[in-house]
């Protein structure tokens, strides 16, 4: 994700977090000096969501590390005003997996605000009335920061494991329908669960908080995207890259001009191309780079191309390129037969094509 500070690594995991987090503190420190709060109360605020986005942290490695134990790697954590994203491999297929990765980051949450419990006098706190309950929370004390804690908490496990993707409860829900279900069919319903949740947070947004409303659109785009992915999946179940791969493409030479990329591109329909020497691919070059340096025409595409990229083997089971190549859209993948020569390219546009004729071939 770009524009993100590395803040170190745990278990090989990076964890970073993104330039658009400064948002929110920014937003807590206006809101608290617009009702008239001083320095401190600044302060106090902006750790209190430091801390909080700690341990949203710990919530995200709860799934990493799970995830890991079963063999999945994480990329890394992003930390965004909205929370946090382990970037997983993939998500566990086989259903146990799934509802051991999925439920171990809300656990992590139940695990700090049961520390919490036994630091803080909580009971204490609830054995007023809610008059003097909010009253003795304006204190920036201690006492109190650890209360917001513990509270936030609870509310992050509660909203967690609302039963609608891409929420952890949503996945929880899949993986015990899966059980007796199947994938396919226990998505499509923990999907449609997810989806009546989004209306119902739509309309209550409508009527008493606008909030709701975004909630209701990350919900709902969420089931929708969860039920494609693991349709697309089911539909590529069997097949290889050979299959799907492009092998009438363009193949360019390391001194070949920007000029002559620009007129293949203007006459023909490919867009993105492959930089190679004796069938051994060196670069990749993508339309926006040439769109990028086309005010000098004389460039050469070794200039230009970019030398960091994966190759994908023909045999490859094509449902597991399908997430390297989401991960990476609009990328173009040179494929390679088992002699490491050259044979083809794929792109995520050409899988879609796949699926989509698959779908009719199914239906």
């Given at each position: 994700m770009k524009g993100s500070l590395n803040l170190g690594k745990v278990s090989g995991i990076k964890i970073k977090v993104h330039w658009t987090f400064l948002f929110i503190l920014i937003w807590v420190?206006?809101?608290e000096i617009n009702s008239g709060g001083n320095l401190q109360a600044v302060l106090f605020n902006i750790a209190l969501i430091l801390v909080v986005f700690l341990c949203v942290v710990f919530h995200e490695l709860g799934?990493?590390?799970?995830?890991?134990?079963?063999?999945?790697k994480t990329k890394q954590i992003t930390l965004l005003p909205i929370g946090g994203i382990a970037s997983l491999e993939k998500?566990?297929?086989?259903?146990?997996?799934e509802l051991l990765v999925a439920i171990a980051g809300p656990l992590v949450n139940i695990a700090i605000a049961l520390i919490l419990y036994f630091i803080i006098p909580v009971q204490q706190f609830?054995?007023?009335?809610l008059t003097n309950i909010l009253e003795n929370l304006n204190a920036l004390t201690l006492a109190n920061f650890l209360f917001y804690l513990f509270t936030i908490n609870v509310i992050l496990v509660i909203f967690n494991l609302i039963p609608a993707f891409p929420m952890d409860g949503g996945r929880v829900l899949r993986a015990l329908l899966a059980m007796?279900?199947?994938?396919?069919?226990?998505?499509?319903?923990?999907?449609?669960?997810?989806?009546?949740?989004?209306?119902?947070?739509?309309?209550?947004?409508?009527?008493y908080n606008p909030f709701?409303?975004?909630?209701?659109?990350f919900v709902f785009v969420g089931a929708y995207g969860e039920n494609k992915m693991v349709q697309s999946l089911e539909l590529l179940k069997g097949h290889t890259v050979s299959e799907a791969m492009l092998t009438n493409i363009t193949l360019l030479k390391p001194n070949d001009t920007l000029e002559r990329v620009k007129d293949l591109i203007l006459s023909g329909t490919e867009k993105d191309f492959i930089v190679e020497q004796g069938g051994t691919p060196l670069g990749i070059l993508m339309k926006t780079d040439v769109i990028k340096?086309?005010?000098?025409?004389?460039?050469?595409?070794s200039d230009i191309m970019k030398t960091s990229f994966k190759e994908i083997l023909f045999n490859d089971k094509l449902r597991n390129v399908l997430s390297l190549v989401e991960l990476h859209k609009g990328h173009f993948f040179p494929v390679m037969d088992t002699n490491k020569k050259l044979v083809g390219a794929i792109d995520m546009t050409n899988i879609n094509e796949f699926?989509?004729?698959?779908?009719?071939?199914?239906y």
């Open positions: 420190a206006f809101v799934h990493a590390l799970t995830a890991q134990h079963f063999g999945i998500i566990p297929e086989e259903p146990k997996q609830l054995a007023n009335n007796k279900l199947g994938r396919v069919k226990a998505t499509q319903i923990a999907a449609s669960i997810g989806q009546s949740i989004a209306i119902v947070f739509l309309l209550l947004g409508m009527l709701l409303i975004l909630i209701a659109l340096a086309s005010n000098n025409p004389n460039l050469l595409v699926i989509l004729f698959q779908s009719k071939l199914d």
